[in-house]
């Protein structure tokens, strides 16, 4: 597939006329071929017109269609072969390693999301039969099952070109549920946007898709994405991204006649507890850890480990020492875009200039265009309560270690922290009794508690939660990544009474889907 910089609405190949973007190579800095011409508000209106044509036909397919509809994309993603690693490398400044093992994870969600619709119990189909005989009064035949919400549009992430992208983890989770999707891609990435969005356009053709199930929006600015939102017939929002572009999504979501949910993963520190028995045990270990965390990928990870927790003390001196002599030995990495990396030197100054920090070690200098080099801070807990700004995320391999008198100031701090997607507790057994009084702090403003690891590493599984209370996420019930992303998209809809023969097939009294259901609130498994 070449890439020619259109937008692909439904099955037209257009070329757009808002004004034109290019890539840039984020090693040299150096402009991209092809220029990636702009969607029109006429563009947009005619993806949202498809999008909502299709949406009653994609919504009732088959789930053996739609789950070979999704096997399809990725599918058609792997035979992109080298060149869609070629050019997402250079559009990312991302190793060749990074983009393999991320296109393995896009891969791996959308034959997940297959299996989950096969399965069939994400429709959770419930029958309450009628009682004619009840006394006092009868029981009308309820049935329910959950329905996809509508169109729904995804923002592609500048972090992740692939697993959070034109075909990542919202994309592959809206179409699981029965949802057409309007992919607004990131001007980071439209080469790599564009070659995995062709791929999903192949898929939705050659399984007789209706044509609006997906398209692929490029564009300059706010006014495309922000179109996007207000438009009536889009019905959820996928976002992941900066806390001041989500925010201002969730506003217009909110704002318009009938408002909808913008699911908006945004910002989080990820605070690292490293409690006594650990930090004296195994501090060495755990500081050399620590590093290689904060450092993946240029620290570009929204579970980037932010924020250390300890006791002070010569533990955490040690532990301190150890992290610098790690850090020192990091090569300073390419970052995702000049606009990032700029981003990234302005915070790093900022704090380095803060009266109660200090700056404790740096990482390799820049050696070529748009580096982030590693640094590493430390402040006292009563700085950290006093200072607000000390708890805003810097997006890059920078992480500020707080001194804490000890576990009772400790605790005050979890309990001062914003909502966050990871928390990571690095413990020994003989902190046990100590940990207990955390975990209800944690739990109410974590998503993901780890032990003895950290945050960047997102499995992609049924147990999975990749959210977190505001400002993580928009909606901490919520999580973007795993089986369960797929219920932000759906809503539940009951019938009473309804003739057997009007009902849908998940609800029919012969199950022909075959799936589980709940009748009469006990779990009937299905005769396969």
């Known amino acids: 597939m070449n890439i020619a910089g259109n937008l692909l609405i439904g099955q037209t190949t257009v070329r757009g006329s808002n004004g034109a973007t290019y890539a840039i190579d984020a090693s040299t800095g150096e402009r991209m071929e092809p220029p990636f011409g702009g969607a029109t ?30 096997e399809a994309i990725a599918s058609n993603i792997l035979e992109l072969g ?14 060749r ?20 619709v096969r399965e069939g119990d994400f429709l959770d189909a419930r029958i309450d039969p009628a009682q004619p005989e009840r006394k006092p009064l009868p029981r009308v035949d309820l049935r329910m099952r959950y329905i996809g919400l509508g169109p729904v549009a995804v923002f592609g992430a500048s972090n992740f070109p692939l697993a959070f992208s034109v075909a990542g983890g919202d994309t592959a989770s809206a179409l699981a549920a029965g949802c057409p999707v309007i992919v607004k891609a990131h001007s980071a990435h439209p080469g790599t946007s564009e070659l995995v969005g062709m791929a999903v356009r192949k898929a939705v053709k050659d399984c007789g898709m209706p044509e609006g199930t997906f398209s692929l929006l490029f564009g300059s600015g706010r006014e495309i994405g922000q179109g996007l939102v207000r438009d009536p017939r889009i019905k959820a929002v996928g976002f992941t991204g900066s806390r001041h572009a989500g925010t201002e999504l969730i506003s217009i979501g909110a704002s318009r006649s009938e408002p909808i949910p913008v699911y908006a993963e945004m910002s989080s520190i990820n605070p690292v507890l490293i409690f006594p028995h650990a930090l004296e045990s195994r501090g060495d270990a755990i500081a050399r850890a620590f590093v290689q965390s904060l450092t993946l990928g240029a620290g570009q990870f929204c579970t980037n480990p932010g924020l250390i927790l300890a006791v002070d003390g010569p533990a955490l001196d040690d532990f301190i020492r150890s992290a610098s002599a790690a850090l020192g030995d990091v090569p300073a990495a390419t970052m995702l875009t000049p606009g990032i990396q700029s981003a990234f030197d302005k915070a790093v100054s900022n704090m380095a200039a803060h009266p109660h920090v200090k700056t404790e070690a740096r990482g390799g200098a820049a050696s070529s265009p748009n580096q982030g080099q590693g640094v590493l801070f430390s402040t006292t807990a009563q700085a950290f309560l006093a200072f607000a700004e000390l708890q805003e995320e810097i997006f890059g391999s920078s992480s500020l270690i707080v001194r804490c008198p000890d576990l009772a100031s400790m605790l005050k ?47 992609v599984g049924h147990a999975m939660v990749h959210g977190g209370p505001y400002p993580s996420t928009a909606d901490g019930r919520s999580s973007s990544v795993g089986s369960l992303a797929i219920e932000r998209f759906l809503r539940p809809v009951s019938y ?25 609130g006990k779990i009937a498994l299905a005769q396969k």
């Open 413 to 459: 701090l979890v309990e001062s922290l914003e909502g966050q997607l990871t928390s990571a507790l690095h413990i020994d057994e003989e902190d046990y009794e100590d940990v207990r009084a955390f975990l209800p702090a944690l739990e109410r403003r974590t998503g993901r508690i780890l032990i003895n690891g950290f945050g960047t590493g997102v499995e």
């Open 496 to 520: 009473q009474d309804m003739p057997d023969s009007l009902l849908p097939g998940a609800l029919k009294s012969s199950n022909p889907l075959k799936i589980n259901r709940r009748i009469d």
């Open 41 to 70: 508000a006429q563009d947009l209106d005619a993806a949202c017109a498809l999008a909502w044509t299709a949406f009653d036909i994609y919504r009732e397919t088959s789930l053996e269609s739609r789950a070979q509809f999704l």
């Open 82 to 95: 080298d060149t869609l690693i070629e050019r997402c490398v250079r559009e990312s400044g991302l190793p």
């Open 97 to 116: 390693a990074r983009i393999e093992g991320e296109r393995a994870r896009t891969v791996g969600q959308l034959n997940m999301f297959a299996g989950v």
